[in-house]
C-alpha cells in the first residue's frame, strides 16, 4: 500500500472509532520495542555513561547516607505497615517515591541493553540487577493491602486523597509504570511489581470515577498515561479487554479534571490544566512538566479510546507547542513562574526548560507517532534527545540539571531539592531503542525513525518477522546502513525518515536540506519516493539485503521567526541534530561583544577530550561545542544565540563536511 494510502487508512480507522472499542493499540504506527539491544557508536558511549554512573549515582543519593535518602521513606512505611516502629522520620518532598519508582524503571530499560562483550557494561548492569532484587520486597512491603501506596500519607498519618498537592495520584503513576516496566524486562516471568501496580490502579478505580465514585483533581499529571500502558500490558498478558477500565478511569480523570474539587483555585486552574474542558484545549500552558503528561494520556486515550474529540484537542495543543512554543533545544516551558509555558513567541534564553518536560515531551511525541502523524514527532523527539535531554546529564555522569536555559554559567549539581528528573531522565533517553522503528498498523509499511546503531529488532511485517541490523556514526555522520533480514522473501515498503531540521517554523535552517537524500539498496540506486517526510522503498526484500541511506549534514545557521524577540538579530548553529553553544572558556573576548559575521565558514573538527568526543565547529578563534556537551569545562557562560552582525554579505551556505 502507498504510504499516502496508509495514512489516509490509519485516519478513516481512528475517525470510524467509537468509544471503547477493542482496547490496545487500534491504530497507528506501532513502535518496535527492542528487549535485547546491541546498541553501538555513540549511544553505546552515552548507555554505558548512565548505566554505569549515572543510575548508580542515583541509587548511592536515594539510600542512606545519600544526599536525598528518599528510598528510606519506603523502608519505613513497611516497617510501620508491619507494626514496627519506623526507623527514620519521611525525608524529601511529598513526592519522594516517584524518584525511586522512576529510578527502577530506567534500570529495567538499562537490562534490555545486552552489553555486547563489554565487561564494563556488563558489571554496570549486574549491581543494577542486585539493587533493583534488593529494592523490590522493601517496595512491596511499603503497599497498604488495599493497593494504596504513598509513604508521605503514611508515615504522617494524614487521611488519603485530601491534599491534591501531595502529588498521590503522581506517585502512583510512577508506580503502575515502574510495574509495567519490570514485567516486559523479565520477559513476563516476574509479576511481583505489575501485579503490585494492577492492585494500586484497581484501588484507584475503586475509588474515583464517574458517581457515585469520586471525581477528584490530579494535582500533578502522569496518572493517566501510565494507566494507558497498564491498559495495553493488561490486554497483552490478562486477554484482550482486559485492560480497558485503565483506559476509562484515565479517560475520567482527564475529561473531568477541570471540574474536579478544587479545580478553579486562582491561577492554579491553568497551572495544572483544570481550567477548561480537555477537549477545548488549544493553548499549551500552565506547569510544562504537567502539561506534556496530560496532553501525552490525551493523545494515547485518543488512539486507545477512539476518542477523537481529545484527539483533535490534543493535535491543536502539540501545534502549539512545537509550532509556537519550543526552543531549538527541544526544550518547552519558558516561564520561571510556575515552571511553565509562556504565551506564543516568548522563549527568553534564560528559560526553564526543565528535564523533565522534555521527558513529557518525548512521551507525547512517541503518542502522537503511534496515532500515524507521520515523521514531525520522531524529529521532535530527535531534538530533545539529542541536546536537552542528553545535557541534562553531566559527562562525568554524576551531576545533572533540572533546568536547562540556552544561556547559562551555572554547572550541574550532584543532587535537587527535587530530584523529581533523576531517574526520568534517562527512563525517557534508554526508550531510543524503542522509537527507533515502528511498523504501520496494517504491517506494510517498516518506518526508520532514528539513525542509531542498533542490533536486535525486529519488526512484524505482514508478511513475517523482520530482523534489523543497523550501523552509524550519527549524529556526526549522515550516512546509516541497514541490513534487513525478512524470514522469506517479503514485500513491504521501507519508509526512512528524512531529517528536515525544520520541524517547527519558529525556526529557519540555512542552508535548506528539506527533502534531501540518497539510498541505495545493494549498491544500486534504490529509487526511493519521498513521500509524508519518509524516503519509501517498496519492493520484495530478501535476507541481507543492505541499504545505504545518507543525507547532508552541513553545518546549518538557525534564525527565529521575527516573533521571537529574544533572538531578534540572532544566530545559532546547529549540525544534524546536535545544536552548538558557545562558551567563554573558548575565548578572551565578552560573548556579549562577539557579532558573529553572516559569511563566517564555520568548519567541523573532532574534539576527542569532551564527552567521549565531539564534533566541535571553529572559525578562526570562534569556537563552538554541541550544547549537549556544554559546561563541563568549569564555570563559564555558554550561550546558544549569538548576536549577527547585521547588512553583512548574507549567510556563507557551506557544507560543514
Ligand atoms: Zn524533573
Same mark, same amino acid.
Given at each position: 500500500?502507498?504510504?499516502?494510502?496508509?495514512?489516509?487508512?490509519? %485516519?478513516?480507522?481512528?475517525?470510524?472509532?467509537?468509544?471503547?472499542?477493542?482496547?490496545?493499540?487500534?491504530?497507528?504506527?506501532?513502535?518496535?520495542?527492542?528487549?535485547?539491544?546491541?546498541?553501538?557508536?555513540?549511544?553505546?558511549?552515552?548507555?554505558?555513561?548512565?548505566?554505569?554512573?549515572?543510575?548508580?549515582?542515583?541509587?548511592?543519593?536515594?539510600?542512606?547516607?545519600?544526599?536525598?535518602?528518599?528510598?528510606?521513606?519506603?523502608?519505613?512505611?513497611?516497617?510501620?505497615?508491619?507494626?514496627?516502629?519506623?526507623?527514620?522520620?519521611?525525608?524529601?518532598?511529598?513526592?519522594?517515591?516517584?524518584?525511586?519508582?522512576?529510578?527502577?524503571?530506567?534500570?529495567?530499560?538499562?537490562?534490555?541493553?545486552?552489553?555486547?562483550?563489554?565487561?564494563?557494561?556488563?558489571?554496570?548492569?549486574?549491581?543494577?540487577?542486585?539493587?533493583?532484587?534488593?529494592?523490590?520486597?522493601?517496595?512491596?512491603?511499603?503497599?497498604?493491602?488495599?493497593?494504596?501506596?504513598?509513604?508521605?500519607?503514611?508515615?504522617?498519618?494524614?487521611?488519603?486523597?485530601?491534599?491534591?498537592?501531595?502529588?498521590?495520584?503522581?506517585?502512583?503513576?510512577?508506580?503502575?509504570?515502574?510495574?509495567?516496566?519490570?514485567?516486559?524486562?523479565?520477559?513476563?516471568?516476574?509479576?511481583?511489581?505489575?501485579?503490585?501496580?494492577?492492585?494500586?490502579?484497581?484501588?484507584?478505580?475503586?475509588?474515583?470515577?464517574?458517581?457515585?465514585?469520586?471525581?477528584?483533581?490530579?494535582?500533578?499529571?502522569?496518572?493517566?498515561?501510565?494507566?494507558?500502558?497498564?491498559?495495553?500490558?493488561?490486554?497483552?498478558?490478562?486477554?484482550?479487554?482486559?485492560?480497558?477500565?485503565?483506559?476509562?478511569?484515565?479517560?475520567?480523570?482527564?475529561?473531568?479534571?477541570?471540574?474536579?474539587?478544587?479545580?478553579?483555585?486562582?491561577?492554579?486552574?491553568?497551572?495544572?490544566?483544570?481550567?477548561?474542558?480537555?477537549?477545548?484545549?488549544?493553548?499549551?500552558?500552565?506547569?510544562?512538566?504537567?502539561?506534556?503528561?496530560?496532553?501525552?494520556?490525551?493523545?494515547?486515550?485518543?488512539?486507545?479510546?477512539?476518542?477523537?474529540?481529545?484527539?483533535?484537542?490534543?493535535?491543536?495543543?502539540?501545534?502549539?507547542?512545537?509550532?509556537?512554543?519550543?526552543?531549538?533545544?527541544?526544550?518547552?516551558?519558558?516561564?520561571?513562574?510556575?515552571?511553565?509555558?509562556?504565551?506564543?513567541?516568548?522563549?527568553?534564553?534564560?528559560?526553564?526548560?526543565?528535564?523533565?518536560?522534555?521527558?513529557?515531551?518525548?512521551?507525547?511525541?512517541?503518542?502522537?507517532?503511534?496515532?500515524?502523524?507521520?515523521?514531525?514527532?520522531?524529529?521532535?523527539?530527535?531534538?530533545?534527545?539529542?541536546?536537552?535531554?542528553?545535557?541534562?546529564?553531566?559527562?562525568?555522569?554524576?551531576?545533572?540539571?533540572?533546568?536547562?536555559?540556552?544561556?547559562?554559567?551555572?554547572?550541574?549539581?550532584?543532587?535537587?531539592?527535587?530530584?523529581?528528573?533523576?531517574?526520568?531522565?534517562?527512563?525517557?533517553?534508554?526508550?531510543?531503542?524503542?522509537?527507533?522503528?515502528?511498523?504501520?498498523?496494517?504491517?506494510?509499511?517498516?518506518?526508520?525513525?532514528?539513525?542509531?546503531?542498533?542490533?536486535?529488532?525486529?519488526?512484524?511485517?505482514?508478511?513475517?518477522?523482520?530482523?534489523?541490523?543497523?550501523?552509524?556514526?550519527?549524529?556526526?555522520?549522515?550516512?546509516?546502513?541497514?541490513?534487513?533480514?525478512?524470514?522469506?522473501?517479503?514485500?513491504?515498503?521501507?519508509?526512512?525518515?528524512?531529517?528536515?531540521?525544520?520541524?517547527?517554523?519558529?525556526?529557519?535552517?540555512?542552508?535548506?536540506?528539506?527533502?534531501?537524500?540518497?539510498?541505495?539498496?545493494?549498491?544500486?540506486? %534504490?529509487?526511493?519516493?519521498?513521500?509524508?517526510?519518509?524516503?519509501?522503498?517498496?519492493?520484495?526484500?530478501?535476507?541481507?539485503?543492505?541499504?545505504?541511506?545518507?543525507?547532508?549534514?552541513?553545518?546549518?545557521?538557525?534564525?527565529?521567526?521575527?516573533?521571537?524577540?529574544?533572538?531578534?538579530?540572532?544566530?545559532?548553529?546547529?549540525?544534524?541534530?546536535?545544536?552548538?553553544?558557545?562558551?567563554?572558556?573558548?575565548?578572551?573576548?565578552?560573548?556579549?561583544?562577539?557579532?558573529?559575521?553572516?559569511?563566517?565558514?564555520?568548519?567541523?573538527?573532532?574534539?576527542?577530550?569532551?564527552?567521549?568526543?565531539?564534533?566541535?565547529?571553529?572559525?578562526?578563534?570562534?569556537?563552538?561545542?554541541?550544547?549537549?556537551?556544554?559546561?563541563?569545562?568549569?564555570?563559564?557562560?555558554?550561550?546558544?544565540?549569538?548576536?549577527?552582525?547585521?547588512?553583512?554579505?548574507?549567510?556563507?551556505?557551506?557544507?560543514?563536511?
Amino acid at each position: 500500500m502507498e504510504l499516502k494510502k496508509v495514512f489516509a487508512a490509519l %485516519a478513516a480507522g481512528m475517525a470510524a472509532a467509537t468509544a471503547f472499542p477493542s482496547p490496545g493499540i487500534a491504530g497507528g504506527a506501532t513502535p518496535v520495542a527492542v528487549s535485547d539491544a546491541k546498541i553501538g557508536g555513540f549511544w553505546h558511549d552515552n548507555v554505558r555513561r548512565l548505566v554505569c554512573r549515572w543510575i548508580p549515582h542515583c541509587i548511592k543519593e536515594l539510600e542512606a547516607g545519600g544526599r536525598g535518602e528518599e528510598f528510606l521513606n519506603l523502608v519505613a512505611t513497611g516497617e510501620t505497615l508491619a507494626g514496627k516502629e519506623p526507623s527514620v522520620k519521611f525525608k524529601g518532598q511529598p513526592w519522594s517515591d516517584a524518584y525511586v519508582y522512576n529510578t527502577i524503571e530506567a534500570i529495567c530499560l538499562a537490562l534490555e541493553i545486552d552489553p555486547c562483550g563489554d565487561d564494563v557494561l556488563a558489571r554496570g548492569q549486574a549491581y543494577l540487577r542486585g539493587k533493583m532484587e534488593e529494592w523490590i520486597p522493601v517496595i512491596l512491603a511499603a503497599q497498604e493491602p488495599s493497593g494504596y501506596i504513598h509513604s508521605y500519607h503514611d508515615l504522617r498519618k494524614k487521611p488519603h486523597f485530601t491534599q491534591a498537592g501531595d502529588h498521590e495520584f503522581y506517585v502512583m503513576g510512577y508506580f503502575i509504570e515502574m510495574g509495567v516496566a519490570h514485567l516486559r524486562t523479565t520477559k513476563g516471568r516476574d509479576r511481583r511489581l505489575f501485579d503490585a501496580a494492577i492492585k494500586c490502579a484497581d484501588h484507584l478505580d475503586s475509588v474515583f470515577g464517574p458517581a457515585p465514585k469520586r471525581t477528584w483533581l490530579n494535582g500533578h499529571a502522569g496518572l493517566e498515561y501510565a494507566l494507558c500502558r497498564l491498559a495495553d500490558a493488561v490486554d497483552a498478558t490478562d486477554g484482550a479487554g482486559k485492560g480497558a477500565k485503565y483506559a476509562r478511569l484515565a479517560s475520567h480523570f482527564i475529561r473531568n479534571q477541570y471540574k474536579a474539587e478544587g479545580a478553579n483555585a486562582g491561577w492554579h486552574a491553568a497551572y495544572h490544566q483544570a481550567d477548561m474542558p480537555a477537549q477545548d484545549m488549544k493553548d499549551a500552558s500552565g506547569h510544562a512538566v504537567r502539561a506534556t503528561y496530560f496532553y501525552t494520556a490525551m493523545s494515547a486515550l485518543a488512539l486507545r479510546l477512539g476518542d477523537g474529540e481529545l484527539g483533535a484537542a490534543a493535535d491543536r495543543l502539540w501545534e502549539s507547542a512545537i509550532d509556537r512554543k519550543e526552543y531549538i533545544t527541544g526544550g518547552v516551558g519558558a516561564g520561571w513562574h510556575g515552571e511553565a509555558f509562556m504565551g506564543d513567541y516568548e522563549l527568553a534564553n534564560n528559560g526553564y526548560c526543565e528535564s523533565c518536560a522534555s521527558c513529557g515531551m518525548g512521551f507525547w511525541a512517541d503518542e502522537q507517532r503511534r496515532r500515524g502523524h507521520p515523521a514531525k514527532p520522531s524529529a521532535v523527539f530527535e531534538r530533545l534527545l539529542y541536546n536537552n535531554l542528553l545535557g541534562s546529564i553531566s559527562e562525568d555522569g554524576r551531576s545533572f540539571y533540572y533546568q536547562n536555559p540556552l544561556d547559562s554559567d551555572k554547572v550541574r549539581y550532584p543532587w535537587h531539592v527535587c530530584p523529581c528528573c533523576v531517574g526520568n531522565i534517562p527512563r525517557a533517553m534508554l526508550a531510543l531503542k524503542d522509537r527507533t522503528y515502528s511498523i504501520s498498523a496494517d504491517g506494510t509499511t517498516l518506518f526508520v525513525e532514528q539513525f542509531v546503531s542498533l542490533d536486535g529488532a525486529k519488526a512484524k511485517t505482514a508478511g513475517g518477522v523482520v530482523a534489523i541490523r543497523q550501523t552509524t556514526a550519527y549524529p556526526w555522520e549522515g550516512t546509516a546502513e541497514l541490513v534487513l533480514s525478512p524470514e522469506k522473501p517479503t514485500r513491504f515498503i521501507l519508509a526512512l525518515r528524512v531529517p528536515d531540521r525544520t520541524e517547527s517554523p519558529l525556526y529557519s535552517a540555512m542552508p535548506d536540506v528539506s527533502g534531501q537524500f540518497e539510498a541505495t539498496v545493494n549498491g544500486k540506486a %534504490a529509487g526511493a519516493v519521498l513521500q509524508d517526510g519518509y524516503a519509501c522503498i517498496d519492493r520484495e526484500w530478501k535476507p541481507g539485503d543492505k541499504v545505504v541511506f545518507s543525507f547532508p549534514m552541513p553545518v546549518q545557521r538557525i534564525r527565529t521567526d521575527i516573533r521571537v524577540k529574544a533572538d531578534k538579530g540572532c544566530v545559532a548553529f546547529s549540525r544534524g541534530p546536535v545544536v552548538y553553544n558557545f562558551e567563554q572558556i573558548d575565548t578572551k573576548e565578552p560573548l556579549d561583544k562577539i557579532e558573529i559575521d553572516p559569511a563566517a565558514d564555520f568548519k567541523t573538527f573532532w574534539m576527542p577530550d569532551l564527552h567521549d568526543g565531539v564534533t566541535a565547529l571553529r572559525c578562526g578563534e570562534l569556537v563552538a561545542i554541541p550544547n549537549f556537551a556544554r559546561l563541563n569545562r568549569g564555570q563559564c557562560r555558554s550561550v546558544v544565540w549569538m548576536r549577527e552582525k547585521q547588512g553583512g554579505s548574507g549567510s556563507s551556505d557551506q557544507n560543514g563536511k
